[in-house]
């Protein structure tokens, strides 16, 4: 009784969520805690304006032979019972214990966590993490994380797919301070049977379908500006590599006009899963990866790219200033960074596209399907007509735009 | 406000209170550090904050000290509505609250009173739902009441809702669920008074001539009244601070925002630590003329 308790599938899920919840609220509590004493001490002392540039800390990898890596929920195999083969396989290859720690849920919620710490230049608690572009971008530009050392990584100059360094680095031009852990395509996901019964079309082929008045209140979108947004202002034929502010207006005036009639129901997080899963959205824009690894449970799910343009982003890993053992996490990029572990990963469930040459040919020998299919590997023709990039943000524009966005998507109007 | 209700209630001899020995110093210094450490000190660089000014860079995140007060009429205005949405959801949750927890307290504190076993298991009963996370249960609710989940089929069945209609996301979820988790505060203070309810009183009712309505409007409610009104403050209060309820990712949706999430938005989102320092600073004093007002009214100042 108590088995077939365990092994329902709705039961998992609520454990998996509330897990998740209880992280995110532990790091909520652990945010707000960390920054009223910040806030005390500042009432203290508040340096004025003057940041002191910081170096790297004393790296202590010769005596201490663990690296500890901080990343985001569907990323690594084994995750279900913490198994992770790929990396007891790192720690095998390098003698380094690696600490892999399923912590980031959100990029602000992470960096509220760490900000202290960062701008101190002291330890985080992680040797690495991996943030999004314009995370990265933005840790960058302050000075928080350190310069990579080439010399310790001989499998990223060898195998790092070009596109990677340059079309998707514009964050970090020549790729100084960060590499690519894995990109992510945001899509349109649905429900195939549910969005054919209200619509009557097999599927969505762009945003005017997502409107149609028959899908009221079964949308979702992504809390995610830089995905949702960049979605709609594709739409309308605007090219995000480069939009306005006046673009950026009009997607925004399209999303509030339907979050205020309804049509929009949710706008989430990762959460947005367990809507597809429990009816609550039958389409809406994800992220290509989660809804492809969820098709094994769930056959009637499916995403597609649109015409008029999908979302590319990158998760990238970064070394903090005040990481302990510097030396070891380049050791861990460098293995990440074989083609065979990275298509191990492919293979073993983790569908998102990855930055290093050769993996997919190696995927191919033992699943030809997976290697083909372009949500996972992108083709050039993939990137070249279907995925776009969203610009990087001035500070001010950053400010702004994410402002908007919140009071958006939170109904503020 | 006197603490009168905790306090002696014969008058107390001249001199008593003044003598301070060192051992009731030494025991409250505990209290009079953690007050200071965990309530002053975070109020008052709270206060600081929300008085912040932007930094000339215009980086996210930034600010530095100023005295800008433009920052409350800004969150004032810029949030009115979940402001005014927050007060009306704790509002309608503690009434329902109160009209179940009453039945429910007098049940268990009067007619019960013979079975004092069965007392004990019913109490416990009301707290078991505490044993299980907060978050679990409302993640439960929202798994339980999903679209094609058995509960909203077998209403839509009934035609009791329409095909297109859902639960989840709306006002209906999130007043639903502040509800339920809000419960047990309500019936625990109201089970403490009824408990202790003198049943020689109703019978004195009865006695002249008073019916049963009459009975409970004259003795039982006035007699419990302290029980409500501690009660609704202890649901109210801590109902309009809500965040998880009404958040997108449990039982709410963009519609359904409350003061809460305004703040979790502004402080770990966007980083405005001002507008999110003064929206929680409006929110404690709005609360403090309520709870003021409210006790004013119901004369029962003694609770403060």
New interface residues.
């Given amino acids: 009784m108590n088995d077939q308790i365990a092994n329902d599938p709705?039961f998992q899920?609520?454990?998996a969520?509330?897990k998740k919840?209880?992280a995110t609220?532990r790091a909520?509590l652990a945010?707000?805690g960390a920054?009223?004493l910040a806030?005390?001490l500042?009432?203290c002392a508040?340096p004025?304006?003057a940041t002191k540039k910081l170096t790297p800390a004393k790296d202590l990898s010769g005596s201490e032979k663990v690296v500890v890596w901080d990343n985001w929920p569907y990323y690594m195999d084994g995750e279900t019972d913490q198994s992770f083969p790929s990396v007891k396989a790192f720690e095998k290859a390098t003698g380094i214990k690696c600490d892999y720690n399923i912590v980031i849920n959100?990029n602000?919620?992470y960096f509220?966590k760490i900000?202290n710490s960062l701008a101190s230049g002291t330890d985080t608690g992680a040797d690495t993490f991996c943030l999004t572009d314009w995370m990265a971008g933005?840790l960058i530009t302050?000075g928080y994380v350190q310069p990579l050392q080439y010399d310790l990584l001989p499998n990223v100059t060898a195998n790092l797919n070009g596109s990677f360094k340059t079309t998707f680095g514009t964050f970090d031009p020549g790729r100084k301070y960060s590499l690519t852990w894995k990109g992510i395509v945001g899509a349109i996901g649905y429900h195939k049977s549910n969005y054919k019964k209200l619509t009557g079309k097999a599927a969505p082929t762009s945003i005017e379908d997502l409107w149609n008045p028959a899908l009221?209140?079964k949308i979702s979108m992504l809390?995610e500006m830089r995905d949702t947004l960049g979605i709609l202002m594709m739409a309308d034929g605007v090219k995000i590599d480069s939009f306005t502010k006046n673009d950026f207006e009009k997607a925004l005036n399209t999303f509030s006009k339907y979050?205020g009639n309804?049509q929009?129901?949710?706008?989430?997080?990762n959460?947005y899963t367990?809507l597809f899963t429990?009816?609550?959205v039958v389409a809406g824009v994800v992220w290509a990866g989660d809804i492809v690894s969820m098709q094994a449970d769930n056959p009637e799910l499916d995403v597609v790219l649109l015409e008029s343009g999908s979302t590319f982003a990158c998760d990238n890993y970064l070394i903090p200033m005040g990481a302990p053992h510097a030396k070891n996490a380049h050791e861990l990029i460098n293995f990440f960074y074989e083609p065979e572990v990275a298509a191990a990963l492919a293979l073993h469930g983790v569908y998102y596209t990855t930055p290093v040459n050769g993996a997919q040919a190696i995927a191919a020998k033992t699943d030809p399907k997976l290697a083909a299919n372009e949500l996972i590997f992108p083709t050039d023709q993939t990137f070249a007509t279907k995925l776009q990039q969203f610009r990087d943000l001035t500070?001010?524009e950053?400010?702004e735009f994410?402002?908007a966005w919140?009071?958006a998507?939170?109904?503020?109007? | 406000m006197a603490f009168a209700a905790f306090g002696p209630s014969q008058p107390v001899v001249a001199g008593a209170g003044k003598k301070s020995s060192p051992i009731v110093l030494a025991l409250l210094l505990p209290g009079i550090i953690y007050l200071g450490l965990f309530f002053l000190?975070?109020l008052?660089?709270?206060i600081?904050?929300a008085v912040e000014v932007p930094?000339?860079?215009?980086?996210?995140?930034a600010y530095?000290?100023g005295f800008d007060i433009s920052n409350f009429g800004y969150v004032a205005t810029?949030?009115f509505?979940?402001i005014l949405r927050s007060f009306l959801y704790a509002t309608i949750a503690t009434v329902l609250a109160l009209l179940i927890s009453y039945p429910l307290a007098y049940f268990i504190g009067v007619r019960m009173r013979r079975f004092a076993v069965l007392q004990r298991i019913l109490v416990t009963l009301v707290i078991a739902p505490f044993f299980i996370?907060f978050?679990?249960r409302t993640?439960?609710w929202?798994?339980l009441l999903?679209?094609?989940?058995w509960a909203i089929e077998t209403l839509k069945a009934l035609h009791l809702m329409g095909a297109?209609d859902?639960f989840?996301?709306t006002p209906g979820s999130v007043i639903f669920g502040l509800t339920y988790n809000f419960i047990p505060f309500m019936t625990l203070p109201l089970y403490t008074t009824l408990e202790r309810l003198d049943l020689r009183l109703l019978e004195a009712g009865s006695d002249l001539y008073a019916n049963s309505r009459h009975v409970f409007t004259r003795v039982t409610l006035p007699i419990t009244l302290p029980g409500i009104i501690s009660g609704t403050l202890l649901t109210f209060i801590p109902i309009s601070g809500d965040y998880v309820n009404a958040s997108?990712?449990y039982l709410g949706?963009?519609?359904?925002?409350m003061i809460g999430?305004?703040v979790?938005?502004?402080?770990?989102?966007?980083?405005?630590?001002p507008s999110a320092a003064a929206l929680s600073v409006l929110f404690m004093a709005v609360i403090l003329v309520l709870v003021w007002v409210y006790v004013k009214k119901s004369g029962t100042e003694d609770l403060l």
Avoid: W
């Avoid at chain 1, 929009?264 to 997080?269: A, L």
């Avoid at chain 1, 998507?409 to 109007?413: L, P």
């Avoid at chain 2, 999903?146 to 989940?149: C, H, M, R």
């Avoid at chain 2, 979790?264 to 630590?273: H, K």
């Fill in positions: 709705m899920q609520v454990l969520q509330a919840a209880q609220r909520v945010g707000s920054t009223a806030l005390a500042a009432a508040k004025g304006g959100d602000n919620e509220a900000k933005r302050s009221k209140g809390s979050v309804g929009i129901r949710q706008i989430n997080g959460d367990q429990n009816g609550d500070p001010q950053d400010n994410s402002k919140s009071d998507s939170k109904g503020v109007v | 000190t975070p008052i660089s709270l600081i904050t930094d000339a860079s215009g980086a996210i995140g530095n000290y810029h949030y509505q979940q996370s978050l679990l993640l439960a929202k798994q999903a679209d094609n989940s297109n859902y989840i996301g997108a990712n949706s963009s519609k359904t925002s999430n305004m979790e938005a502004d402080f770990l989102q966007n980083l405005q630590y």
